[in-house]
């Protein structure tokens, strides 16, 4: 932008300044309460070094103490623990705050009983450093401490405690002490930015480890209280926590909820209602009269699910339905129920609606048997419409369908006609003889469509007699039949075939890898197992099969994993560390995403910067630390997700970004301040357009006309 152009501009824009003038103050910084932490000291057991620092922390020049109360920590010797314990009722907060960080660190259990007095404290930022050192020190018998947090009048506080009891929580999975914390956890879900996030981690975490306590259940309000939560992360985990728990309570706001636009979370909430099963049958069938289609659409489909009788009439009644969608899930939702609904779907051909009677025809020929055929070669001759007569032609055409035929269909070239012969193969219930057949068609000298097709067939059919000729077709030299086979193997879900699994997981076509991490997760993957897959990712394995362990550590989603696959982002090969952030991404641990922005693979930060962006507001206080971060590409990509998420908490740092020494930061931190639209940045923005270059000054340029902007939309509404 030449000089004249820009003085134009900042004519334009002295309004903005005007306007924002009130808000141009620098906010305070806040001190660090750990100021004297000191360098780390020399090995542990230096008696000199040690009896030094006693003699500071009973020295009447307070700087003194605070340093001795901050190095004792890093000597790490547990004597010093009842003389810091002591300190802990010094009048100066600081040489208190060193001290409860100390015994954290030395991390002694014997330090506990004085830390959990300490979460009494007047100051939160005391209460909170007692949290991060009962965390520090990991042991249950910290654990009445933390849950008696949870209930802390400092949010802050809550959220850290939420998080020392996650760790616990992975630390001591078998352990059901940590069940008294699932009600407080439960009311965490209503609070606000972090706190919610570590609440919900942790309460998930718990329930994991013991998904059939009956104590989970108080943690049912707070999981419907944050059923209105906005952050679809956090409402899915509310929603499958919900169908865990399986609480009748639960089922009218899951139903109510079914209107959900975004296909995953309506996804999640119709497999927590299935999981409620028949509890659940009068609600839904009420909800299939929904004026909502997709409410109507979601009851039928978990009902569908729960295949109960009692759903049959209703559901029939909406074979009729103009929405498609709710007409084809019941349709769906029949053909699971299966011969049960097969006297009432009669009934519905001599319906006056054209529509539930073609219908009604179509779910007969999925259904098939005697009674369904007659009835199909009534209609296709004698109904009045003709549309309802081609769809019971094609009805009828698909129920009298041969096996011979269906057999034949298994090896057609075209994948369609394969995968619907399999599927209608799996819905006739084949004899024995027929399965052998089958079971014989993956074996050579047929060809590998036929050999694809008899894996599809076989998964359809979801028989454990299948599992071993499944097993030998995952060394099939043709990667579709390898890739059939692992999707067949994943639908019958026996964990026998778990080892040959793991196998697949080096192969060397990715698409296999994915399909077996896939498959594992529907498994029950022992602790030796789990413990292989973390061995796999150890350097001396393969590439393949380390970028496979990987995928199928983060489709387990434990959080166990965590360690091993961050050591793993370190990995020389792209495709590893690329599935190494991937199954971190799917854990969902904000820490480590917010580690990968500095990493030097342009991929690895790419899937940080989607998956923070898309955890919105609970990522806010990790990225603000991440802000201050020594490494310029974390800055940069921490700024960009912040403007992404456009929390104006993020405002004043990045308005000190603006003078960072690199490019890259100041242009994100620009681009941030401009979409959060704050007036606040106006000043700061309008100074950094005199000395950038013209790649910075458009950035500036277009921040500020947003800000402009946006105070004239608020001036007009004030206005009105």
């Not at 979460?119 to 008696?148: E, F, H």
């Not at 690329?578 to 917010?594: G, N, P, S």
């Given at each position: 932008m030449?000089?004249?152009?820009?003085?134009?501009?900042?004519?334009?824009?002295?309004?903005?300044?005007?306007?924002?003038?009130a808000?141009?103050?620098?906010?305070?910084?806040?001190?660090?309460?750990h100021?004297?932490?000191?360098?780390?000291?020399?090995?542990?057991?230096?008696?000199?070094?040690?009896?030094?620092?006693?003699?500071?922390?009973?020295?009447?020049?307070?700087?003194?103490?605070?340093?001795?109360?901050?190095?004792?920590?890093?000597?790490?010797?547990?004597?010093?623990?009842p003389?810091?314990?002591?300190?802990?009722?010094?009048?100066d907060?600081?040489?208190?705050?060193?001290?409860?960080?100390?015994?954290?660190?030395?991390?002694?259990?014997?330090?506990?009983?004085s830390?959990?007095?300490?979460?009494?404290?007047?100051?939160?930022?005391?209460?909170?450093?007692?949290?991060?050192?009962?965390?520090?020190?990991?042991?249950?018998?910290g654990?009445?401490?933390?849950?008696?947090?949870?209930?802390?009048?400092?949010?802050?506080?809550?959220?850290?405690?939420?998080?020392?009891?996650?760790?616990?929580?992975?630390?001591?999975?078998?352990?059901?002490?940590?069940?008294?914390?699932?009600?407080p956890?439960?009311?965490?879900?209503?609070?606000?930015?972090?706190?919610?996030?570590?609440?919900a981690t942790?309460?998930?975490?718990?329930?994991?480890?013991?998904?059939?306590?009956?104590?989970l259940?108080?943690?049912?309000?707070?999981?419907?209280e944050?059923?209105?939560?906005?952050?679809?992360?956090?409402?899915?985990?509310?929603?499958?926590?919900?169908?865990?728990?399986?609480?009748?309570?639960?089922?009218?706001?899951?139903?109510?909820?079914?209107?959900?636009?975004?296909?995953?979370?309506?996804?999640?909430?119709?497999?927590?209602?299935?999981?409620?099963?028949?509890?659940?049958?009068?609600?839904?069938?009420?909800?299939?009269?929904?004026?909502?289609p997709l409410?109507?659409?979601?009851?039928a489909?978990?009902?569908?699910?729960?295949?109960?009788?009692?759903?049959?009439?209703?559901l029939?009644?909406?074979?009729g339905s103009?929405?498609?969608?709710?007409?084809?899930?019941?349709?769906?939702?029949?053909?699971n129920?299966?011969?049960?609904?097969?006297?009432?779907?009669l009934?519905?051909?001599?319906?006056?609606?054209?529509?539930?009677?073609?219908?009604?025809?179509?779910?007969?020929?999925?259904?098939?048997?005697?009674?369904?055929?007659?009835?199909?070669?009534?209609?296709?001759?004698?109904?009045?419409?003709?549309?309802?007569?081609?769809?019971?032609?094609?009805?009828?055409?698909?129920?009298?369908?041969?096996?011979?035929?269906?057999?034949?269909?298994?090896?057609?070239?075209e994948?369609?006609?394969?995968a619907?012969?399999?599927?209608?193969?799996g819905?006739?219930?084949?004899?024995?003889?027929?399965y052998?057949?089958?079971a014989?068609?993956?074996?050579?000298?047929?060809?590998?469509?036929?050999?694809?097709?008899?894996?599809?067939?076989?998964?359809e059919?979801?028989?454990?007699?299948?599992?071993?000729?499944?097993?030998?077709?995952?060394?099939?030299?043709?990667a579709?039949?390898r890739?059939?086979?692992?999707?067949?193997?994943?639908?019958?879900?026996?964990?026998?075939?778990?080892p040959?699994?793991?196998?697949?997981?080096?192969?060397?076509?990715?698409?296999?890898?994915?399909?077996?991490?896939?498959?594992?997760?529907?498994?029950?993957?022992?602790?030796?197992?789990?413990?292989?897959?973390?061995?796999?990712?150890?350097?001396?394995?393969?590439?393949?099969?380390?970028?496979?362990?990987?995928?199928?550590?983060?489709?387990?989603?434990?959080?166990?994993?965590?360690?091993?696959?961050?050591?793993?982002?370190?990995?020389?090969?792209?495709?590893?560390?690329t599935?190494?952030?991937?199954a971190?991404?799917?854990?969902?641990?904000?820490?480590?995403?917010?580690?990968?922005l500095?990493?030097?693979?342009?991929?690895?930060?790419?899937?940080?910067v989607?998956?923070?962006?898309?955890?919105?507001?609970a990522?806010?206080?990790?990225?603000?630390?991440a802000?201050?971060?020594?490494?310029?590409?974390?800055?940069?990509?921490?700024?960009?997700?912040?403007?992404?998420?456009?929390?104006?908490?993020?405002?004043?740092k990045?308005?000190?970004?603006?003078?960072?020494?690199?490019?890259?930061?100041?242009?994100?931190?620009?681009?941030?301040?401009?979409?959060?639209?704050?007036?606040?940045?106006?000043?700061?923005?309008?100074?950094?357009?005199?000395?950038?270059?013209?790649?910075?000054?458009?950035?500036?340029?277009?921040?500020l006309?947003?800000?402009?902007?946006?105070?004239s939309?608020?001036?007009a509404?004030?206005a009105?």
């Amino acid at each position: 932008m030449r000089k004249p152009q820009f003085r134009q501009f900042l004519a334009k824009t002295a309004a903005v300044l005007a306007y924002s003038a009130a808000f141009s103050g620098t906010p305070p910084g806040v001190e660090h309460f750990h100021a004297f932490s000191g360098a780390r000291a020399g090995q542990a057991g230096n008696a000199g070094k040690m009896d030094a620092l006693k003699k500071m922390l009973l020295s009447l020049d307070v700087k003194q103490r605070r340093k001795a109360a901050a190095e004792l920590g890093n000597l790490r010797d547990v004597t010093a623990i009842p003389l810091l314990i002591k300190t802990l009722d010094d009048k100066d907060v600081y040489v208190k705050s060193n001290a409860i960080d100390s015994l954290g660190r030395i991390g002694h259990f014997s330090a506990i009983p004085s830390l959990k007095r300490c979460l009494d404290d007047k100051y939160p930022y005391i209460r909170m450093d007692a949290v991060s050192a009962l965390k520090n020190i990991g042991s249950l018998a910290g654990l009445s401490g933390l849950v008696k947090a949870l209930s802390d009048e400092n949010r802050h506080v809550r959220a850290n405690s939420a998080e020392a009891i996650e760790e616990l929580a992975k630390k001591y999975p078998e352990s059901t002490a940590l069940l008294k914390a699932v009600a407080p956890l439960g009311k965490t879900l209503t609070g606000k930015g972090i706190l919610k996030f570590r609440g919900a981690t942790a309460l998930r975490e718990i329930a994991d480890n013991h998904p059939d306590s009956p104590e989970l259940r108080k943690a049912v309000p707070g999981l419907l209280e944050s059923l209105e939560n906005q952050d679809s992360y956090l409402l899915k985990n509310s929603i499958e926590l919900l169908g865990k728990i399986k609480d009748p309570r639960s089922i009218p706001k899951l139903i109510e909820k079914l209107d959900m636009r975004t296909p995953d979370v309506r996804s999640s909430l119709v497999s927590s209602l299935a999981e409620a099963g028949r509890a659940a049958v009068p609600a839904l069938c009420d909800a299939l009269g929904s004026s909502e289609p997709l409410v109507a659409a979601g009851a039928a489909n978990a009902l569908g699910k729960i295949k109960d009788k009692r759903a049959i009439k209703p559901l029939v009644s909406l074979l009729g339905s103009r929405e498609y969608h709710v007409s084809y899930t019941a349709s769906r939702a029949l053909s699971n129920i299966g011969q049960p609904a097969v006297p009432y779907l009669l009934d519905a051909l001599q319906s006056r609606k054209k529509l539930a009677r073609a219908n009604a025809s179509m779910v007969l020929g999925t259904i098939g048997g005697e009674d369904a055929r007659k009835a199909l070669a009534g209609v296709s001759e004698n109904d009045p419409d003709g549309y309802v007569r081609n769809s019971a032609k094609n009805a009828l055409r698909f129920c009298t369908e041969t096996i011979p035929a269906l057999l034949s269909s298994l090896g057609d070239s075209e994948n369609k006609i394969r995968a619907a012969a399999a599927r209608k193969l799996g819905e006739t219930g084949v004899n024995p003889f027929v399965y052998l057949e089958i079971a014989l068609m993956l074996e050579k000298p047929n060809p590998p469509e036929a050999r694809e097709g008899a894996a599809m067939a076989l998964g359809e059919l979801g028989d454990e007699r299948a599992v071993r000729p499944l097993v030998a077709a995952l060394d099939d030299e043709n990667a579709e039949v390898r890739i059939s086979a692992l999707e067949a193997l994943g639908k019958i879900g026996d964990s026998s075939a778990v080892p040959e699994l793991m196998q697949s997981l080096e192969d060397y076509d990715w698409r296999v890898r994915q399909k077996a991490s896939l498959a594992l997760k529907k498994m029950k993957i022992t602790e030796e197992q789990f413990g292989r897959l973390l061995s796999m990712l150890s350097k001396g394995e393969t590439a393949e099969k380390r970028a496979g362990a990987a995928m199928a550590l983060g489709e387990l989603r434990r959080t166990r994993a965590i360690p091993a696959l961050k050591n793993a982002m370190k990995d020389k090969d792209t495709e590893v560390r690329t599935a190494a952030a991937e199954a971190l991404a799917k854990i969902r641990d904000i820490a480590l995403l917010t580690e990968n922005l500095g990493s030097k693979d342009f991929s690895v930060r790419s899937q940080a910067v989607k998956d923070l962006a898309g955890i919105g507001s609970a990522a806010v206080q990790p990225l603000l630390q991440a802000l201050d971060s020594g490494n310029p590409r974390t800055r940069a990509a921490a700024a960009k997700v912040l403007g992404e998420i456009c929390d104006p908490a993020a405002v004043p740092k990045l308005i000190r970004l603006l003078e960072d020494p690199v490019s890259g930061v100041r242009k994100n931190s620009a681009q941030a301040l401009g979409n959060i639209a704050d007036p606040r940045a106006t000043k700061a923005l309008a100074s950094a357009l005199e000395r950038e270059n013209d790649e910075i000054r458009a950035v500036i340029s277009r921040a500020l006309v947003r800000i402009g902007d946006s105070l004239s939309s608020g001036n007009a509404k004030n206005a009105q």
